[in-house]
Nanobody, 117 residues
Framework: QVQLVESGGGLVQPGGSLRLSCVGS????????MSWYRQPPGKERELVAR????????NYADSVKGRFSISRDNAKNTAYLQMDSLKPEDTAVYYC??????????WGQGTQVTVSS
C-alpha cells in the first residue's frame, strides 16, 4: 500500500520558520522525484519546489526562492521542505507528491500551514 504522510504544519507568525516532512512507503522512494505543492484558500494547487530522485537537481517557484529549501534523505524515505521568512501569503495546505517516469504519481493527504500574527 502506497503512502505519503506529511507532518510539520501548523500556525506560525510572519517571519517565522517551519519544516515539513514527507515519509513515503510502499514504493521505491529513491526512484521518484519528490515535490511539494500548496493550495491557498480559494485558489488552485501550485508547485512550490521539486527535487530529483537522487537530489542533484532542485527547482522552486519564484515566490519562494531564497526562502524555502527542499531536500531528501533516501535512506529514511523522507523529503523535507524548510520554510523560512514565512509570509501570510504562504498560508495554504501543503501536499507532498512523488512522481516517476510520468506514469506513477502519488499524493499525500496534506498539512495545513497558517502564517498569521
Amino acid at each position: 500500500q502506497v503512502q505519503l504522510v506529511e507532518s510539520g504544519g501548523g500556525l506560525v507568525q510572519p517571519g517565522g520558520s517551519l519544516r515539513l516532512s514527507c515519509v513515503g512507503s510502499g514504493f521505491t522512494f529513491m526512484n521518484y522525484a519528490m515535490s511539494w505543492y500548496r493550495q491557498p484558500p480559494g485558489k488552485e494547487r501550485e508547485l512550490v519546489a521539486r527535487i530529483s530522485s537522487i537530489g542533484g537537481s532542485t527547482n522552486y517557484a519564484d515566490s519562494v526562492k531564497g526562502r524555502f529549501s527542499i531536500s531528501r534523505d533516501n535512506a529514511k524515505n523522507t523529503a523535507y521542505l524548510q520554510m523560512d521568512s514565512l509570509k501570510p501569503e504562504d498560508t495554504a495546505v501543503y501536499y507532498c507528491n512523488a512522481k516517476w517516469a510520468r506514469v506513477y504519481e502519488y499524493w499525500g493527504q496534506g498539512t495545513q500551514v497558517t502564517v498569521s500574527s
